[in-house]
T-cell receptor
Framework: SQKIEQNSEALNIQEGKTATLTCNYTNYSPAYLQWYRQDPGRGPVFLLLIRENEKEKRKERLKVTFDTTLKQSLFHITASQPADSATYLCAPPYSGGYQKVTFGTGTKLQVIP | DAGITQSPRHKVTETGTPVTLRCHQTENHRYMYWYRQDPGHGLRLIHYSYGVKDTDKGEVSDGYSVSRSKTEDFLLTLESATSSQTSVYFC???????????FGSGTQLSVL
């Protein structure tokens, strides 16, 4: 069955540095992948969607890459700020299932001033 | 923010009682979803709907039922609540189906 893996350990980085979060998937090949941000006590918020024919996608200080050979997506936040501290979720569609999205367990990012 | 409201925000109930959670949207989106979120498991899909009266099961649907009689409302019912159903429940909506989900604020459910 499909498997999505995000680093379950928290990532601590210094303000101003680039944060890089990893999402690995196995046993299938999603046509696209989404990234969401979740703050404590809140629902996830959509950030970016990248398709298999797009190697890279950018939005302001955010950048996502999608390597279908490595079965991996990387999520980068440049010039990180304390306000970027949150849990970031990787979300490809369900294997073989339409109109359904599955989520990784997320990586908690802490940006230290 | 997308117009999506979950009610109640918090609920404490006893084992064996039925519980209904409500999700209401004002965006007229076709697709609606119920997820539960637990430590170590992340978000797991319970049920989803692709139109009025059109629903299907997700990966953790046992013990749950749903109904959607109107575009704007999607109800999740725990037929006989168990302690394993203690969780945070999120409703989500999407215009296109599997892209750009908008989530509600969640319902914290405790089954004692």
């Amino acid at each position: 069955s499909q498997k999505i893996e995000q680093n379950s350990e928290a990532l601590n980085i210094q303000e101003g540095k680039t944060a890089t979060l990893t999402c690995n998937y196995t046993n299938y090949s999603p046509a696209y992948l989404q990234w969401y941000r979740q703050d404590p006590g809140r629902g996830p918020v959509f950030l970016l969607l990248i398709r298999e024919n797009e190697k890279e996608k950018r939005k302001e200080r955010l950048k996502v890459t999608f390597d279908t050979t490595l079965k991996q997506s990387l999520f980068h936040i440049t010039a990180s700020q304390p306000a970027d501290s949150a849990t970031y979720l990787c979300a490809p569609p369900y294997s073989g299932g339409y109109q359904k999205v599955t989520f990784g367990t997320g990586t908690k990012l802490q940006v230290i001033p | 923010d997308a117009g999506i409201t979950q009610s109640p925000r918090h609920k404490v109930t006893e084992t064996g009682t039925p519980v209904t959670l409500r999700c209401h949207q004002t965006e007229n989106h076709r697709y609606m979803y119920w997820y539960r979120q637990d430590p170590g498991h992340g978000l797991r899909l319970i049920h989803y709907s692709y139109g009025v009266k059109d629903t299907d099961k997700g990966e953790v649907s046992d013990g749950y039922s749903v109904s959607r009689s109107k575009t704007e409302d999607f109800l999740l019912t725990l037929e006989s609540a168990t302690s394993s159903q203690t969780s945070v429940y999120f409703c989500a909506i999407s215009e296109t189906g599997d892209e750009k989900l908008f989530f509600g604020s969640g319902t914290q459910l405790s089954v004692l």
